[in-house]
């Protein structure tokens, strides 16, 4: 356990529903990335936040996500009018401004049906 | 899009041996980092080597970064059956946040 939490671990859906991903990252890391993760693949950067600015977007994040850290603490990742092709996992990790070092969570799978 | 490349793509051992996975990558990095990935799980991390380092050593772990072929090396010496799982790199790049990482390499030990 990293201390990275993600809620929930699974969640099934049907094409076109939106569905909401929770991050709490380790409590005194500023830093709080998310990445997608497909099988057989590594993961890919989506967005990052440092405290509650979010400063990069990969292009991977289409008009349907969003992500906010409204607090600077805990995050949320939506996806608009899922399709099937965003059934992956959700991995959310954390770092402080002093070490590079990114402790990741145990993610949240996907399935989009 | 993915930055560095794994080799081999799986590997499989006896108990004992060593396991050596290779990472080569594209462009100048800050530092590059390998995690592990059980099944279905998070990642954790494993070591981190700057740009300005050639050799690191944790445990059974030794990392190498040869920046001039772009490429780096993790060896897991006296492997366990509990070290099965997949291996990843990942690289930062300077002035840069997100890691990037490879498709990673499957490692299975075989008791």
């Known amino acids: 356990d990293t201390g990275v939490s993600q809620n929930p671990r699974h969640k099934i859906t049907k094409r076109g529903q939106n569905v909401t991903f929770r991050c709490d990252p380790i409590s005194e890391h500023n830093r709080l990335y998310w990445y997608r993760q497909t099988l057989g693949q590594g993961p890919e950067f989506l967005t990052y936040f440092q405290n509650e600015a979010q400063l990069e977007k990969s292009r991977l994040l289409s008009d349907r996500f969003s992500a906010e850290r409204p607090k600077g603490s805990f995050s949320t990742l939506e996806i608009q009018r899922t399709e099937q092709g965003d059934s992956a996992m959700y991995l959310c990790?954390?770092?402080?401004?002093?070490?590079?070092?990114?402790?990741f969570g145990p993610g949240t799978r996907l399935l989009v049906l | 899009s993915q930055q560095g490349e794994e080799d081999p793509q799986a590997l499989s051992i006896q108990e004992g041996e060593n396991a050596t996975m290779n990472c080569s990558y594209k462009t100048s990095i800050n530092n590059l980092q390998w995690y592990r990935q059980n099944s279905g799980r998070g990642l954790v991390h494993l070591i981190l080597i700057r740009s300005n380092e050639r050799e690191k050593h944790s445990g059974r772990l030794r990392v190498t970064l040869d920046t001039s072929k772009k490429s780096s090396s993790l060896l897991i010496t006296a492997s366990r059956a509990a070290d099965t799982a997949s291996y990843f790199c990942a690289t930062v790049m300077y002035n840069n946040n997100d890691m990037r990482f490879g498709a990673g390499t499957r490692l299975t030990v075989k008791p």
């Open positions: 990790a954390s770092s402080s401004a002093l070490q590079e070092t990114q402790y």
